[in-house]
C-alpha cells in the first residue's frame, strides 16, 4: 500500500514538474528563433526509471497533451496539435526509456549505466519518431514545395543539432538526478 501511494505521489511530482516547465519560458522549451530544444524528455525518462514503463507512458502522454495545449497558442507549431506528433512519440518515450531501465537491471546492470542506456533511448525515440511524423503528417512537403530541398538541408541540419545537445543533456543529467533520487529514495524503499 505504502508503495503504491509513494509511486502515485512520486508520478505526481514529475506530472506536475511537466506542466511548469512546458509553461515557464525557457525551461522546458529553449527557444532560439524557431527552433527550440526541449529538456522536458528529462523528466519523463527520469520518471519512467523510476517507477516503470507504465507510468513512463502516462507521463509521456501528460508531456504530449501539454505540447498540444502549446500549439494552440502558437501557429509556428500548428502541426503539433496532431497527436500523432506530439502525443504518440512521447508516450513511447516514456514506455521505452522504462523498459530499458527495467531489462537492463534484471540483467544486473548498475543502475546509473542503465538510467543511461534509458536516457539515451528515451531521447532517441523522442527525435526520430516527433521528426518522422512531423514529416509524414505536418504537412511539410506541402507547405514548403518551392523550397523544399533549401528547407529540409535546413530542417536536418537544425535537428541533427537539437538531437545531439538533447541527447547530450539526457545522458549527464539523468543517470545523475536518477543517483541523487536514489539515494534520497532509498530509506523509504528499505522500509516497505
Known amino acids: 500500500m505504502k508503495k503504491n501511494v509513494r509511486s502515485l505521489v512520486l508520478a505526481s511530482i514529475f506530472a506536475a514538474l511537466i506542466v511548469v516547465m512546458t509553461v515557464t519560458p525557457y525551461f522546458g522549451y529553449i527557444t532560439y528563433g524557431p527552433v527550440e530544444i526541449t529538456t522536458l524528455h528529462i523528466v519523463v525518462i527520469l520518471g519512467a526509471v523510476f517507477l516503470g514503463w507504465k507510468y513512463g507512458a502516462v507521463l509521456g502522454g501528460i508531456w504530449g497533451v501539454t505540447c498540444v495545449l502549446r500549439a494552440f497558442t502558437n ?6 496539435i496532431n497527436p500523432l506528433i506530439s502525443v504518440l512519440p512521447r508516450i513511447l518515450v516514456g514506455l521505452f526509456a522504462g ?5 537492463l537491471r534484471k540483467k544486473n546492470v548498475h543502475s546509473v549505466v542503465a538510467a543511461g542506456a534509458a536516457a539515451i533511448v528515451g531521447t532517441l525515440t523522442n527525435t526520430v519518431l516527433v521528426l518522422s511524423t512531423l514529416y509524414l503528417f505536418g504537412g511539410m512537403i506541402k507547405i514548403y514545395t518551392d523550397f523544399f530541398e533549401l528547407f529540409k538541408t535546413i530542417w536536418l541540419t537544425i535537428i541533427g543539432i537539437n538531437g545531439v545537445i538533447e541527447l547530450i543533456a539526457a545522458i549527464v543529467l539523468v543517470p545523475v538526478l536518477y ?5 534520497v529514495n532509498r530509506p523509504a524503499r528499505e522500509g516497505v
Open 179 to 183: 543517483k541523487a533520487l536514489e539515494t
Open 75 to 80: 501557429p509556428i507549431w500548428a502541426p503539433f
Open 99 to 103: 523498459l530499458v531501465f527495467s531489462g
